[in-house]
């Protein structure tokens, strides 16, 4: 397409030779190079983030879209709470795990968390280099963590650790 081209590189062509872990100063994501990238995991991954978005109620074109998360996060923020009140206020990932999986009333939030650890799994299969991944699980999990209605509970560093690498 000659209005992807700049000179005689291609707009693929530019992005491709960018150096690991180079960062855009404009949006301040970090820039990979694409050809190094699995795409089918990278595919996969991402139609398991739209499918974890097209589980939330309402309209799911417009989750989609808008890559609305507030349901998910409110629902794990809501679990979290339940558990944090069940523990007198002494609440640890490890123990909100193994609790959303056993108490057969968390069943929304548990789906959530399990989806969410496959969004994250393909993703790591994906050839993004370990800093790659590890910035862009966290960013997606905070960004998640931040659509949340509900004030306080659960940070993303909590749910982080609760997903497991």
Do not use: C
């Not at 998910?72 to 193994?98: C, L, N, Q, V």
């Not at 999986?101 to 370990?130: C, M, P, T, W």
């Amino acid at each position: 397409n000659p209005d992807d081209q700049q000179g005689s590189l291609t707009r693929a062509d530019i992005l491709a030779n960018y150096p690991v872990n180079n960062v855009n100063p404009a949006t301040g994501n970090i820039r990979v190079k694409q050809r190094r990238l699995n795409r089918n995991m990278l595919r996969k991954s991402l139609v398991k983030y739209q499918d974890l978005l097209a589980l939330q109620p309402g309209d799911v074109e417009a989750n989609l879209e808008n890559n609305n998360t507030s349901h998910i996060a409110d629902s794990i923020k809501s679990s979290w709470a339940e558990y944090a009140e069940s523990r007198d206020g002494d609440p640890t990932s490890a123990g909100f795990g193994d609790w959303v999986n056993s108490d057969g009333s968390q069943a929304e939030a548990r789906q959530y968390i399990l989806d969410l650890r496959e969004v994250f799994s393909d993703l790591n299969k994906s050839g993004l280099s370990s800093g790659e991944f590890a910035y862009a699980r966290f960013r997606t999990i905070e960004r998640i963590m931040e659509s949340s209605s509900e004030q306080g509970g659960m940070t993303p560093s909590q749910l982080s650790t609760t997903l497991g690498s």
